[in-house]
């Protein structure tokens, strides 16, 4: 199961839309996928006294569980002053070190204009690198007017298949995968 983790609060996000676009290519190739709405599931900020032993039931041990779950995650943000949001950066505050521990990572970032978009999944890499996690390494750094029917949307598609590629063919089990804690 692909784990989709949305950052952005809006009511018609552009960030969801394309994520779901990613969410449907996983489903097709029966990789099955989840979303979790950070906004509606997990909008409270992060207790730093939960984070050694969470208490159960609390926001940290429900995310916590959530995210072990799954055999990879696809983070997707929207820009915020050319890096990604904080609910996004809240929610990765709430795992441990090793949270995506040979699992792979896809990144995708929706900005108003055409630069800060690629930014934000660079910075993005560094926080999947952080949690131990394999960025893949087609990103898909977008903006809306990518939603536009016919090349923009055809070319966005492309990337989302190549991206979603790259997510399923990981094939390494994550229970062989040595950690360095
Ligand atoms: C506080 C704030 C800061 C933003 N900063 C940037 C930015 O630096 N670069 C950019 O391209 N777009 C920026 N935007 C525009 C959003 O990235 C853009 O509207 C995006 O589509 C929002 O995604 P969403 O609809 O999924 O929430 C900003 C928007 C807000 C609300």
New binding site residues.
């Given amino acids: 199961m692909i784990l989709g983790i949305l950052g952005?609060a809006?009511k018609?996000?552009?960030?969801?839309e394309i994520l779901l676009r990613a969410g449907e290519r996983v489903d097709r190739a029966n990789g099955g996928f989840e979303l979790i709405d950070l906004a509606v599931e997990f909008p409270k900020p992060h207790a730093l006294e939960d984070y050694d032993a969470p208490p159960p039931g609390s926001q940290t041990a429900l995310l916590r569980a959530r995210v072990a779950r799954a055999d990879g995650a696809v983070l997707a943000t929207?820009?915020?002053?050319?890096s990604y949001s904080a609910l996004l950066k809240n929610a990765l505050d709430h795992l441990t070190g090793d949270a995506l521990a040979g699992r792979p990572v896809g990144l995708i970032a929706?900005?108003?204009?055409p630069?800060?978009?690629g930014t934000a999944c660079d910075q993005l890499r560094t926080v999947v690198r952080a949690l131990s996690g394999w960025a893949a390494p087609t990103h898909v750094a977008t903006?809306?007017a990518d939603l536009t029917p016919g090349e923009p949307l055809d070319f966005l598609d492309r990337r989302l298949d190549v991206l979603v590629g790259e997510l399923l063919s990981f094939g390494t089990s994550s229970a062989s995968f040595p950690v360095l804690r």
């Fill in positions: 952005s809006a018609d996000s552009v960030t969801r929207p820009v915020y002053h050319g929706a900005g108003g204009g630069r800060g978009a903006t809306a």
